[in-house]
Nanobody
Framework: QVQLVESGGGLVQAGGSLRLSCAASGSIISINAMGWYRQAPGEQRELVATSTRGGTTNYADSVKGRFTISRDNAKNTVYLQMNSLKPEDTAVYYC?????????????????WGQGTQVTVSS
């Protein structure tokens, strides 16, 4: 079994900051790309930021210069530092990881999602 558990969401005023964390646990062999996506009410889920194991990052244009993704490979954890938050950043934020894990003695490679954490930015 593999779990991705997010934390750090909440309510913040426009211009404020939040830091999201996502920790992967279970019989993990390795984790490749990790990332953050978000989904606002009535909208499709969209990419926010991704990071390869080697640290190459990619950001949505709407968050460049404001959000920073980082990861601690030793802790199987990815972070999203969100600064200068805007009301349009309000959404449920989901963690995502491409990983290889053991199910019994058999390795499997798959993409796992966290349960999501709500971020609300008030104007």
């Amino acid at each position: 079994q593999v779990q991705l558990v997010e934390s750090g969401g909440g309510l913040v005023q426009a211009g404020g900051s939040l830091r999201l964390s996502c920790a992967a646990s279970g019989s993990i062999i390795s984790i490749n790309a990790m990332g953050w996506y978000r989904q606002a009410p009535g909208e499709q889920r969209e990419l926010v930021a991704t990071s390869t194991r080697g640290g190459t990052t990619n950001y949505a244009d709407s968050v460049k210069g404001r959000f920073t993704i980082s990861r601690d490979n030793a802790k199987n954890t990815v972070y999203l530092q969100m600064n200068s938050l805007k009301p349009e950043d309000t959404a449920v934020y989901y963690c995502n990881a491409g990983l290889t894990y053991f199910s019994g003695i058999v390795p499997h490679s798959t993409v796992h999602w966290g349960q999501g954490t709500q971020v609300t930015v008030s104007s």
